[in-house]
């Protein structure tokens, strides 16, 4: 059910941000790993219930420095766009368990290489017990 109003509500526009951020960043072929984050992040965006982002912890120190470096080409205006429409979606009282998925996202639209996107069944077995 949240999937479907958020779909129209902000799953939508915020998808096409991380598409568009996704072919302009695949023009370049160092930029191509950014536009592959940046696509699958817009599957994400567009159906984030039921979903969520796990750490790789192998991910080593590249995705360190790629992280940094998609702060300043897409991050920063993509986690603009995520508090901009969760303030919003705030607006309402049904609004506002969007509006804080919404600034969920936040933090993965400024760091989003070392993660995988897994079903939220699937996450309890990845992630290790403490």
């Not at 072929?29 to 984030?48: D, E, K, T, V, Y």
């Not at 049904?94 to 993660?115: D, H, Q």
């Amino acid at each position: 059910m949240f999937n479907i109003v958020w779909l129209v509500l902000s799953g939508l526009w915020m998808a096409i941000g991380y598409a568009l951020a996704g072919i302009l960043l695949c023009v370049t072929i160092i930029g191509i790993p950014f536009g592959i984050a940046s696509f699958r992040m817009a599957n994400f965006a567009l159906w984030p219930f039921g979903r969520q982002l796990v750490e790789e912890h192998d991910a080593g120190v590249f995705s360190a420095i790629g992280n940094v470096l998609w702060v300043i080409l897409a991050g920063w205006w993509l986690a603009l766009g995520h508090i901009l429409s969760g303030i919003a979606l705030c607006v309402t009282i049904i609004g506002i368990p969007l509006g804080i998925a919404s600034f969920k996202l936040v933090p993965v639209s400024l760091f989003p290489l070392g993660k995988r996107i897994v079903d939220t069944d699937d996450a309890h077995a990845l992630i290790p017990l403490r």
